[in-house]
């Protein structure tokens, strides 16, 4: 009979979600170097944590009862808040959680968001999105305030008004792909308003009113970033550079649609990881402008 193996140490756990993170090719990447070594650590047992969440939802490779696996992901999570779990993601994030100020709801309404994929929720008002983009991104940027040690008001502010603006841009840039998947994450009451019918999305038609009603979602993403930096105190703009590093590359994707005539009927646009490298340190040096 073969000998259970050995459980996985703490820094085995946390080079699994390094790996995890950097399989992503997530834009959030280039700007996790910008983390001092353990809160980076702690950066990569959420983004696993994240990731593995969203492809429960999205990853066409996972068969079976996805509604009974995002379950046992929920249990996973308080496993990993009372030091449990057995899983690399569950220990590491377990550990990162007995480090950092890290509230557990937010990452359940992050599991929330998920759920509402799952579930096919239907996105009938702007306010509905905005719900929705809190969930599975202004979440994150609590958690990663967190991880730098912010806990105060203006601060929070400024991370959920820039969560928002991020996922908007994503909304944005994927209206393609997700129409072909069976998404509409744009406003059921845009569309109407607009003259816009679904079907012209499923078909990837650009027209004079699609056209119009992607600039309207990137002027509410450039408010939303907008608001986000007017939210952030002078003080704590040194030590959240890595933040706006991460706004900064969404930032500029936005610009890099609007400035394409809004190519998002197609493939997802994606900014090269070059050109992530480059914003991400051009923000922590102090030589462009972010959200």
Same mark, same amino acid.
């Given at each position: 009979?073969?000998?259970?193996?050995?459980?996985?140490?703490? $820094?085995?756990?946390y080079?699994?979600?390094?790996?995890?993170?950097?399989? /992503?090719?997530?834009?959030?990447?280039?700007a996790?170097?910008?983390?001092?070594?353990?809160?980076?650590r702690? *950066?990569?047992?959420?983004?696993?944590?994240? %990731?593995?969440?969203?492809?429960?939802?999205?990853?066409?490779? +996972? &068969?079976?009862?996805?509604?009974?696996?995002?379950?046992?992901?929920?249990? $996973?999570?308080?496993?990993?808040?009372?030091?449990?779990?057995? /899983?690399?993601?569950?220990?590491?994030?377990? #550990?990162?959680?007995?480090?950092?100020?890290?509230?557990?709801?937010?990452? #359940?309404?992050?599991? #929330?968001?998920?759920?509402?994929? *799952?579930?096919?929720?239907?996105?009938? &008002?702007?306010?509905?999105?905005?719900?929705?983009?809190?969930?599975?991104?202004?979440?994150?940027?609590?958690? +990663?305030?967190?991880?730098?040690?912010?806990?105060?008001?203006?601060?929070?502010?400024?991370?959920? @008004?820039?969560?928002?603006?991020?996922?908007?841009?994503?909304?944005? =840039?994927?209206?393609g792909?997700?129409?072909? /998947?069976?998404?509409?994450?744009?406003?059921?009451? @845009?569309?109407?308003?607009?003259?816009? #019918?679904?079907?012209?999305?499923?078909e990837r038609?650009?027209?004079? $009113? !699609?056209?119009?009603?992607?600039?309207?979602?990137? $002027?509410?993403?450039?408010? %939303?970033?907008?608001?986000?930096?007017?939210?952030?105190?002078?003080a704590?703009?040194?030590?959240? =550079?890595?933040?706006?590093?991460?706004?900064?590359?969404?930032?500029?994707l936005?610009?890099?649609?609007?400035?394409?005539?809004?190519?998002?009927?197609?493939?997802?646009? &994606?900014? /090269?990881?070059?050109?992530?490298?480059a914003i991400?340190?051009?923000?922590?040096?102090? !030589?462009?402008?972010?959200?």
């Open positions: 009979m073969a000998e259970p193996a050995a459980p996985l140490s703490i $820094e085995q756990a080079a699994h979600c390094a790996g995890v993170t950097r399989a /992503s090719g997530s834009s959030f990447l280039a996790f170097w910008l983390f001092p070594q353990e809160q980076r702690a *950066l990569h047992a959420v983004y696993a944590f994240c %990731r593995m969440a969203d492809d429960i939802a999205d990853d066409p490779a +996972i &068969r079976g009862d996805r509604g009974a696996i995002l379950s046992r992901w929920r249990a $996973e999570l308080v496993d990993a808040y009372l030091g449990k779990s057995e /899983s690399p993601v569950g220990i590491a994030l377990g #550990d990162a959680v007995s480090r950092f100020p890290i509230p557990q709801r937010f990452f #359940d309404e992050l599991l #929330d968001g998920v759920e509402f994929d *799952l579930t096919g929720g239907r996105i009938e &008002r702007f306010e509905d999105l905005e719900r929705y983009c809190y969930r599975v991104a202004s979440t994150v940027g609590l958690i +990663i305030v967190g991880i730098r040690g912010f806990e105060d008001e203006a601060v929070r502010r400024y991370a959920t @008004d820039l969560g928002i603006a991020v996922q908007l841009t994503n909304v944005l =840039r994927d209206v792909e997700d129409a072909a /998947s069976g998404r509409i994450y744009l406003a059921r009451e @845009d569309l109407d308003r607009l003259g816009v #019918d679904p079907e012209l999305l499923l038609r650009m027209t004079e $009113e !699609v056209r119009l009603l992607l600039a309207l979602y990137a $002027e509410r993403a450039r408010i %939303r970033y907008e608001r986000a930096h007017r939210a952030l105190p002078d704590a703009r040194r030590s959240l =550079r890595p933040a706006h590093a991460m706004g900064a590359i969404y930032r500029d936005l610009d890099t649609l609007q400035s394409r005539g809004f190519p998002c009927l197609g493939e997802s646009l &994606r900014l /090269s990881r070059r050109r992530r490298l991400a340190a051009g923000t922590w040096l102090g !030589v462009r402008g972010v959200a």
